[in-house]
């Protein structure tokens, strides 16, 4: 569910902000929420069709809480919107504006929670396979099964769908990435386009050709990852079976895959998250199965064999943290906390009881991914070190070495280290590292990551001021700087 706040009361927006992290946290389910000072940044940022839920202040600065909801109608005649206000006064002028519900300050938790229930109850039964788009035609709802490819020329993104319609927007195709290659029916063949496989007529060597007759490029680079993608989206039904049948004949002998595909074990009692994180996965090629709490994936782990177990704190019975040290018993595979707790005292619990890395649930697809592709082959290689020139990263010990010396580092600053120096070649603005790092935290226009950039960037420098390793990229954010890369074997 995706929830917009606007308010200008600092202490009203941290205390929603701490309000909804203990929703989630009560209900086991993520939330996107985006928090706003003012009516002006808010209506900036709208173009219509994001928000499933509006949380408005009705006397602010400026442009009052009716008045934005005004201008919001014209955007999105459907989005529910709350006021929120210390006096009732303005409950009937709010209702002329087509107000779904209004609440009293101070926000109580009851009440609050009551209200979220109720709309994510209204979504799940309205909700289709499918989403909205907003453009100069209005807001309009596209299914995913009737949009064929997706393409982006000179900042506008074309969406073709069947039949031969063609919807438009002014927009990167990065701001549709995540929502459609979370999906297994789709697949980037090039960096201009995004592809539905079950629309997909033939696969060549230069293109794919849909159904209707469409050819869409393939970059060089894309080519096996495309194949890969379209053998095992024709053939997902099939192996889903073929993993049924085989649990009932599984030996009490653990055979080797070396080639087969990863099979990891995904321990999460909510359907939504089980979709979503599942979908990745086998995105990916891999074989998933399900235990909604820790008696299923005991059970599961003493008789078949995983690559790596992603494992939920909040599940039925024994949380997960209790869970992992009696997995850690009985599988060889790397555990993962994923989880929707983003306070650092539980990532280190996380990591005190065996788990060897700890992710939450509002990290981005593509890194969520590419931090179990890197445990699960520092698990089958027995990797535990990496070398950076001078520069050594200890994973499990989670300690840095530098030209032999230990650097001492905080559990932040250790944790953005690792992060750039995974992604080399990646570069990373402030807010991505504040996702990734802070979680949930309201975002404070990058305060802490300066903070604590600026204090590993020096400590880096000190110890080592033949090599930076952190780079400024000016206007765009940070990157890690390798001038000779090097492997370590951990024992």
């Avoid at 929603?16 to 209900?27: D, F, H, V």
């Avoid at 520069?391 to 690792?418: K, M, Q, S, Y």
């Avoid at 960037?457 to 206007?475: P, S």
Wanted: glycine share 6%.
């Amino acid at each position: 569910m995706r929830i917009a706040i606007c308010d200008d009361d600092e202490r009203e927006l941290t205390r929603l902000s701490r309000l909804m992290t203990e929703y989630q946290i009560s209900r086991g389910i993520r939330l996107q929420c985006h928090f706003f000072r003012n009516g002006v940044d808010f209506l900036g940022d709208m173009r219509g069709g994001e928000y499933d839920l509006v949380l408005l202040d009705v006397i602010m600065p400026g442009m009052s809480g009716i008045q934005i909801a005004q201008e919001l109608r014209g955007l999105d005649e459907n989005v529910r919107i709350v006021f929120i206000s210390s006096s009732s006064e303005f409950a009937v002028e709010s209702y002329h504006v087509g107000a779904y519900h209004y609440l009293l300050k101070p926000s109580e938790a009851d009440s609050l929670f009551s209200l979220l229930d109720k709309v994510r109850s209204e979504l799940l039964i309205r909700e289709e396979e499918g989403f909205v788009l907003k453009n100069r035609e209005g807001i309009v709802r596209i299914s995913f099964a009737e949009l064929e490819y997706l393409e982006v020329i000179n900042k506008t993104v074309t969406f073709h769908l069947a039949g031969g319609i063609i919807r438009e927007v002014t927009a990167a195709l990065a701001d549709f990435e995540g929502k459609f290659l979370a999906r297994p029916e789709f697949v980037k063949p090039h960096r201009s386009y995004i592809i539905n496989l079950s629309c997909v007529q033939t696969i060549d060597a230069n293109c794919v050709v849909t159904k209707s007759g469409y050819s869409i490029p393939i970059s060089r680079q894309r080519r096996n990852k495309v194949r890969n993608a379209y053998m095992h989206f024709l053939h997902q039904e099939k192996e889903a079976l073929s993993v049924s049948d085989a649990r009932k004949s599984v030996s009490s002998e653990k055979p080797e895959r070396p080639d087969g595909p990863w099979r990891i074990l995904l321990v999460d009692d909510d359907p939504a998250d089980c979709t979503l994180w599942g979908d990745i996965l086998r995105c990916h090629g891999c074989v998933v199965e399900l235990a909604k709490n820790g008696r299923e994936a005991l059970e599961r782990a003493e008789s078949e064999d995983y690559d790596c177990v992603l494992l939920d704190i909040m599940i039925p019975g024994e949380d997960g943290f209790a869970i992992c040290e009696r997995l850690c018993k009985v599988v060889h595979a790397p555990v993962i906390f994923l989880s929707c707790l983003t306070e650092s005292d539980k990532q280190v619990e996380g990591f005190a009881v065996g788990g060897i890395d700890y992710i939450t649930k509002d990290t981005p697809a593509e890194l969520f991914w590419a931090k179990v592709e890197t445990r699960i082959k520092l698990a089958g290689s027995n990797r535990t070190r990496f070398c950076y020139g001078p520069l050594l990263v200890d994973l499990a010990e989670r300690r840095v070495l530098l030209d032999g010396n230990e650097l001492p580092l905080t559990p932040i600053e250790f944790d953005i280290l690792w992060l750039l120096a995974e992604h080399s070649e990646h570069i990373f603005t402030q807010e991505e590292i504040f996702d990734m790092i802070w979680g949930n935290q309201l975002w404070d226009g990058g305060q802490m990551v300066q903070m604590n950039m600026s204090k590993l960037r020096r400590k880096l420098e000190k110890a080592w001021d033949k090599h930076h390793f952190i780079e400024a990229v000016w206007g765009q954010g940070y990157r890690f700087h390798i001038e000779e890369r090097k492997d370590a074997w951990g024992k």
